[in-house]
């Protein structure tokens, strides 16, 4: 007790002497020391292994986490709080040091000392909130969404906005409604996907967004309530790391994961695999050690792995069950649980999937039966068709996208191939390694691959990564090279997070249909005038980067009667929102909105080339986005063009700024010139004076984001011709 008591204490780093005293005194741990120390004595000793830790990496730590502090709680779990919990008692020698009895194990995971780490380091802490600040960071500089995502959160908005309610009982007027109001019933995609992820979701976000009204965009709380879900599981995966290896180690993987870039840019986005990561995440934290538990418990954690994954990957993504296979194997060769016990729980998990992902889906995509992950494997494995979206060579996930997804190059380079060169972490590395390898490697025979389909190895390649880098840590102080080795890690945590900074600031630039949507919505009120019918038509490109149904701006409570639209547009109330993939049905779609200027916004989207040559179609538009003048038909002024990222290149001494033009005659005229002093208000403008400061430094020197021009917002021209009393005709 007295041992844990002065563990607790070690890490109150910046306590004083009074405080740490009279914490002593009444745990009568001063008391137990040798009698030759007087109270002052005892006291300083005390006082200076607790602010030993206040060096190096703890100050660090302390002074960039110090705004998060405020909002951080501790999530660790009973017992998590300290490298001691898992130590034997020990007793205070002569010189005032304790002197424990550990094993090999512990003295390789928690350093050679008895407090788990150097004398000149006790356990560090690092908020728990570092995590979701990271998030919600991503999540406020690109809140916008690109095609893939696209179909949960059309399914998102749809529900949140139109409800299930009221189609049930699904008779014929209700299947009618439903059909009208649902995105995925123009846009299908090429396999259906589970309405399971968008209902939970809209489900939990449906009180937020009632609450926050239009103040914050609704995508915007949706993509945050996600985020906050796999935040929250990262979380309790850490809590598991705390408690089998200590805080320490625990802290390791917070940094290595809070400094990528890809895993928490994209927890917030609606991807199949960012709902299935955070289950998936939870089931592997149940395969985290729990030391001094009993073989029943460790039993009830290994089937409750099983059945979790099993579930998620009957509901999310079937790919899981290839993750599957390698984790079972090792828990029979290992005798760790029985052959029937992992069938039961494969089969349980089965069951709840199907219990929930049949029925649902069933309903919401009117077919009777309908399993979507079983209809995709048929369509990806069976038939082969997913290397329609493109292919790989087989090593693509080892040599690309592992190393991308963790990030941190010290992690695969030093810390992962440490732990196994450690005899007491070579079996905790190998249990958390050699499955989630043995997945890659399997799944590397599919011709299609991206990055996202393995994300659910990176936690515990991590944890892996973060036990070597305790190690590292430990014993900075034993050898010189333990010395530069320990400065390399941290260096690489503040080059990880300086790169994701980087990446995250040029992931902004990626979405410049939402942006030319919004342009249009700042523009149109100064060419129309209250109470008038907007169309406007978006193309392909415009879609794919940004344009969800959630941008398209809902009608408020007007004061004011807005004249009834037409009868042919309220027919097909449709937003028109970025497909599924590039070969989704070309169907047109329209959206009938009002915004508070009290224009009634009609939306529409056409992919079909017969109806983008007829004259007449676009004779109805207003405005349009289009990546190419040229295919818009009419008489169209160019208000604005957006540009998106295009990559970097080397500027050299001497050669000027160049500012990005968009290759159109168009751009030269008074939307050009508009445009252009818009931007240098924008981020093009701190890129220009980035640069311009910069290269005062580098002598000339710069590396330089290259902008093209991606979407131009057009409004079509009008001309009034003698009709009398000042009525006109659009031509």
């Known amino acids: 007790m007295a041992l844990h008591l002065i563990g607790h204490v070690f890490v109150k780093a910046a306590s004083p002497l009074k405080a740490v005293t009279d914490e002593y005194e009444r745990a009568g741990a001063l008391d137990a020391m040798p009698p030759k120390f007087s109270m002052p004595q005892k006291a300083g000793i005390v006082h200076a292994r607790s602010t030993s830790q206040d060096s190096s990496l703890y100050r660090y730590i302390k002074l960039i986490s110090f705004p998060l502090t405020l909002a951080a709680s501790s999530l660790d779990p009973p017992n998590a709080g300290s490298n001691t919990i898992h130590r034997d008692k020990g007793s205070w020698t002569e010189n005032g040091d304790?002197?424990?009895?550990?094993?090999?194990?512990?003295?390789?995971?928690?350093?050679?000392?008895?407090?788990?780490?150097?004398?000149?380091?006790?356990?560090?802490?690092?908020?728990?909130?570092?995590?979701?600040?990271?998030?919600?960071?991503?999540?406020?500089?690109?809140?916008?969404?690109?095609?893939?995502?696209?179909?949960?959160?059309?399914?998102?908005?749809?529900?949140?906005?139109?409800?299930?309610?009221?189609?049930?009982?699904?008779?014929?007027?209700?299947?009618?409604?439903?059909?009208?109001?649902?995105?995925?019933?123009?846009?299908?995609?090429?396999?259906?996907?589970?309405?399971?992820?968008?209902?939970?979701?809209?489900?939990?976000?449906?009180?937020?967004?009632?609450?926050?009204?239009?103040?914050?965009?609704?995508?915007?709380?949706?993509?945050?309530?996600?985020?906050?879900?796999?935040?929250?599981?990262?979380?309790?995966?850490?809590?598991?790391?705390?408690?089998?290896?200590?805080?320490?180690?625990?802290?390791?993987?917070?940094?290595?994961?809070?400094?990528?870039?890809?895993?928490?840019?994209?927890?917030?986005?609606?991807?199949?695999?960012?709902?299935?990561?955070?289950?998936?995440?939870?089931?592997?934290?149940?395969?985290?050690?729990?030391?001094?538990?009993?073989?029943?418990?460790?039993?009830?954690?290994?089937?409750?792995?099983?059945?979790?994954?099993?579930?998620?990957?009957?509901?999310?993504?079937?790919?899981?069950?290839?993750?599957?296979?390698?984790?079972?194997?090792?828990?029979?060769?290992?005798?760790?649980?029985?052959?029937?016990?992992?069938?039961?729980?494969?089969?349980?998990?089965?069951?709840?999937?199907?219990?929930?992902?049949?029925p649902i889906d069933s309903l919401l995509w009117q077919r009777f039966p309908l399993w979507p992950e079983l209809s995709a494997f048929s369509y990806n494995i069976l038939h082969s068709q997913s290397s329609n979206w493109g292919t790989s060579p087989w090593h693509f996930y080892l040599t690309s996208a592992l190393p991308r997804l963790l990030f941190n190059p010290l992690t695969y380079l030093l810390c992962i191939p440490l732990s196994f060169t450690q005899p007491a972490l070579r079996h905790t590395a190998a249990n958390l390694v050699v499955p989630n390898l043995a997945f890659v490697l399997l799944y590397s025979f599919q011709p299609h691959k991206e990055w996202r389909f393995i994300i659910y190895t990176i936690p515990p390649l991590l944890t892996v990564a973060a036990l070597g880098a305790n190690w590292i840590w430990a014993r900075r102080t034993k050898t010189f090279?333990?010395?530069?080795?320990?400065?390399?890690?941290?260096?690489?945590?503040?080059?990880?997070?300086?790169?994701?900074?980087?990446?995250?600031?040029?992931?902004?630039?990626?979405?410049?249909?939402?942006?030319?949507?919004?342009?249009?919505?700042?523009?149109?009120?100064?060419h129309h005038a209250p109470g008038a019918i907007v169309h406007v038509h978006m193309d392909t490109l415009s879609c794919m980067t940004g344009i969800t149904r959630f941008l398209q701006l809902r009608p408020p409570s007007l004061l004011l009667p807005l004249p009834p639209p037409p009868s042919s547009c309220l027919s097909s109330p449709h937003g028109s929102a970025a497909p599924g993939t590039p070969e989704e049905d070309a169907t047109a779609t329209t959206t009938t909105t009002t915004t508070t200027t009290n224009l009634f916004y009609i939306y529409d989207k056409s992919e079909n080339e017969t109806q983008l040559l007829d004259p007449l179609f676009w004779a109805r538009f207003d405005w349009a986005l289009a990546e190419s003048v040229e295919r818009v038909i009419g008489r169209w002024v160019v208000e604005e063009t957006v540009d998106a990222y295009a990559g970097v290149r080397i500027v050299r001494p001497g050669e000027v700024s160049e500012e990005s033009s968009s290759g159109d005659l168009e751009d030269k005229n008074r939307g050009g010139a508009r445009e252009m002093a818009r931007r240098g208000k924008g981020v093009k403008g701190i890129m220009d004076a980035v640069e311009r400061y910069g290269r005062r430094a580098t002598g000339g020197w710069w590396v330089r984001v290259v902008m093209e021009p991606r979407i131009r917002v057009l409004r079509r021209e009008r001309e009034v011709i003698g009709m009398g009393m000042g009525m006109g005709r659009d031509w």
């Open 481 to 526: 090279t333990n010395r530069l080795l320990a400065l390399a890690l941290i260096a690489s945590v503040l080059a990880s997070s300086a790169a994701s900074t980087l990446m995250l600031a040029l992931s902004h630039l990626n979405y410049p249909g939402a942006h030319a949507l919004n342009r249009i919505h700042a523009l149109a009120p100064t």
């Open 98 to 358: 304790v002197e424990c009895k550990h094993t090999a194990r512990e003295e390789a995971v928690f350093g050679e000392d008895c407090d788990g780490v150097d004398e000149e380091d006790g356990d560090w802490r690092l908020p728990t909130a570092l995590i979701p600040t990271v998030i919600f960071l991503h999540l406020i500089c690109a809140p916008y969404t690109k095609v893939e995502e696209s179909f949960n959160i059309q399914a998102t908005h749809d529900i949140l906005n139109y409800g299930v309610r009221d189609f049930f009982p699904l008779n014929e007027p209700g299947r009618v409604q439903l059909k009208d109001h649902y995105d995925h019933f123009t846009f299908t995609g090429p396999v259906p996907r589970t309405f399971v992820g968008a209902l939970a979701l809209a489900g939990v976000s449906w009180p937020f967004t009632r609450a926050i009204g239009d103040a914050v965009n609704q995508q915007t709380i949706v993509r945050a309530v996600l985020g906050l879900w796999n935040a929250a599981c990262l979380l309790y995966y850490r809590n598991g790391v705390a408690q089998a290896f200590g805080r320490n180690p625990a802290n390791w993987f917070v940094l290595f994961q809070a400094s990528g870039f890809h895993l928490m840019y994209y927890t917030s986005r609606t991807l199949p695999n960012s709902f299935a990561f955070g289950l998936a995440t939870i089931a592997f934290g149940k395969l985290l050690p729990v030391f001094k538990s009993p073989p029943a418990s460790q039993e009830t954690r290994r089937k409750t792995f099983l059945t979790l994954l099993t579930m998620t990957g009957v509901i999310f993504r079937s790919e899981l069950a290839l993750l599957l296979i390698p984790n079972t194997l090792q828990f029979l060769l290992r005798r760790e649980l029985s052959l029937l016990h992992a069938i039961s729980s494969g089969l349980l998990g089965l069951c709840i999937g199907i219990s929930f992902t049949v």
